[in-house]
């Protein structure tokens, strides 16, 4: 049932963009502005609160608990773990928004700051950081580690109501349950396509500035095909070979452009963005957490916080469920500082370089890159390349990332979705995949159709509202679980260390009679 109301409603919605893309944007719009309006405090509410409750997490004497079991070994080495993480958990938005979000920031800054000025350049930096570190990767750790969990210690079947059975009862495989599984099942499908109509947009400009093939529509939809072609051969391949290899091989061409851009680039200064961005984030990351502007009357937190937030909200249930399926064996403190912390810093660098690079060009060597980011942010990154050595290389290797960043988060995403939506634990039937691979790409394309960008942002805002109240829900139920665990492993460590002591003194097992004492009127020899 999950699976055919889920697909229906996704069918529903490409139908809706087709047939009628203009009037689709009109309710898109109006949907945006009212969520914004009268929830967009929740989002930055929850999402602080997750970040809270998963330091609690990783530092707290839960830390020590194992996903599947004591004795349970991880089942992928450190560097395939973290590289997969990384691929599927940000991927395309970094190589997208990498130069084009910190250039965005300076000429239109946060706080009432001047456009183009040094301290619009902080600020620009120190967002860009806000947005992609550790609020993100806690929402993702949440969603993985309840899956993980309930899934590996509570031999669950996978499905985010799952996760709710510690508030629900037996009604999580009932009505309710059905409901929160349908809904992170749609808020899923969007969120990634969402995330594949920016690698669209990011390949074709790539196209554009290697080939001079034109950015049309026509030709936006042609690199969703071939990609459909490539992300259903690699999920059919399985995680152990398709997934493992690309996201593997993603790593190595990220940390290649990242060093280029870095000994090519003005490599001095980018340090001291990396220190001065990352101390500045940190000084004010509870301000930048709650702040909206109620007083301004400003929009540039709902553009831009609220969005992401949104964004991230809706990818958890994908990500996390991937995250779930290659984190077996980890402990939880573990977990938390491989999904939260480590990620966190890689975004910080990969900033610290491309924006960085990109703020630099603007301040002191001459370039403008205002005419660029009006004419579409995807245009960007190519543009930096341009003012550097081998910029023509660069901007090859990074239209290779980020299509195969395209192919591991579609795949990713496939192979979740079939999940999600099936009542057996293991992996979905092929058919299953396939029709949800068809059906993400539909909804990428018919967006694009339906207003490009703005549509896009628009609808994963909206369709985020719902799985943001979830992940409260999800916190409460997962600390429930994991109390109840660790009192269970208390009970047993002090029942075996009380047999070790009564054997080593001789005496009798606590709760049992003496045996031959011919003593009834008063308790049996040995105790206490």
């Known amino acids: 049932m999950v699976f055919r109301i889920s697909f ?83 991927g395309i938005g970094l190589v997208f928004w990498g130069a084009a979000e910190p250039v965005s920031h300076f000429f239109k800054p946060p706080e009432g700051l001047e456009p183009g000025s040094v301290p619009a350049a902080r600020a620009a930096m120190r967002y860009a950081f806000f947005h992609w570190g550790l609020h993100p990767w806690a929402v993702y750790g949440l969603v993985g580690l309840a899956m993980a969990w309930f899934q590996y210690n509570r031999r669950g079947r996978g499905q985010v109501s799952d996760l709710l059975q510690p508030l629900l009862g037996r009604h999580h495989r009932g009505f309710a349950g059905r409901l929160v599984d349908t809904a992170a099942v749609v808020a899923t499908a969007i969120g990634v396509a969402t995330t594949l109509g920016f690698g669209t947009l990011q390949i074709v400009a790539g196209l554009g500035r290697l080939f001079g093939t034109p950015d049309s529509l026509p030709v936006q ?69 709650l702040r909206l502007s109620p007083f301004s009357g400003g929009h540039w937190v709902m553009d831009w916080t609220i969005f992401y937030w949104a964004w991230w909200i809706s990818w958890a249930p994908f990500v996390g469920a991937f995250i779930a399926r290659v984190s077996y064996g980890r402990t939880i403190r573990e ?32 370039a403008d890159l205002g005419p660029v980011l009006e004419s579409g942010y995807e245009n960007v990154l190519f543009a930096v390349f341009s003012y550097l050595p081998l910029g023509a290389t660069m901007s090859a290797i990074a239209l290779a990332l980020v299509a195969i960043f395209f192919v591991t988060s579609a795949d990713s995403a496939v192979l979740v ?20 691979g068809m059906a993400i790409a539909l909804v990428a394309g018919t967006l694009l159709l339906a207003g490009g960008l703005g549509a896009l942002q628009g609808l994963v805002t909206v369709s985020a509202l719902p799985f943001a109240l979830l992940l409260v829900l999800v916190a409460l139920a997962l600390r429930r679980v994991l109390v109840h665990t660790m009192q269970v ?31 009834t009127g008063g308790p049996p020899a040995g105790t206490p």
């Open 8 to 90: 229906l409603l996704v069918a529903l919605l490409v139908a809706a963009a087709g047939l009628a893309p203009d009037r689709f944007e009109a309710v898109v719009r109006g949907l945006l502005a009212a969520t914004l309006q009268y929830t967009g405090w929740m989002y930055l509410v929850v999402v602080f609160f997750t970040l809270v409750f998963m330091l609690y997490l990783a530092f707290g004497r839960l830390g020590d608990l194992r996903i599947g079991g004591d004795d349970a070994e991880p089942a992928f080495s450190g560097a395939s773990w973290l590289a997969m993480l990384f691929a599927a958990g940000m």
């Open 221 to 289: 939809l042609t690199v969703i095909a071939v990609a459909f072609v490539l992300y259903m051969a690699s999920s059919l391949s399985g995680v152990d070979r398709g997934i493992k290899w690309l996201s593997s091989a993603n790593l190595v061409l990220a940390a290649l452009l990242m060093a280029m851009v870095l000994v090519l680039g003005p490599t001095a200064f980018l340090f001291d963005v990396f220190t001065t961005s990352l101390g500045s984030y940190l000084d004010d990351l509870v301000r930048m957490s």
């Open 335 to 366: 977990f938390v500082v491989g999904t939260v912390l480590a990620p966190s810093l890689l975004g910080f660098a990969w900033f610290s370089i491309f924006g960085g690079t990109a703020l630099w060009l603007q301040l002191f060597s001459g």
């Open 417 to 436: 979705l079939a999940s999600m939506s099936s009542e057996q634990p293991g992996d979905p039937p092929m058919r299953r995949r396939l029709a949800w």
């Open 489 to 519: 492993r208390q009970r047993r460590a002090q029942r075996m260390r009380h047999a070790l002591e009564d054997w080593l003194l001789g005496r009798p097992r606590r709760g049992e009679a003496a045996v031959g004492t011919g003593d």
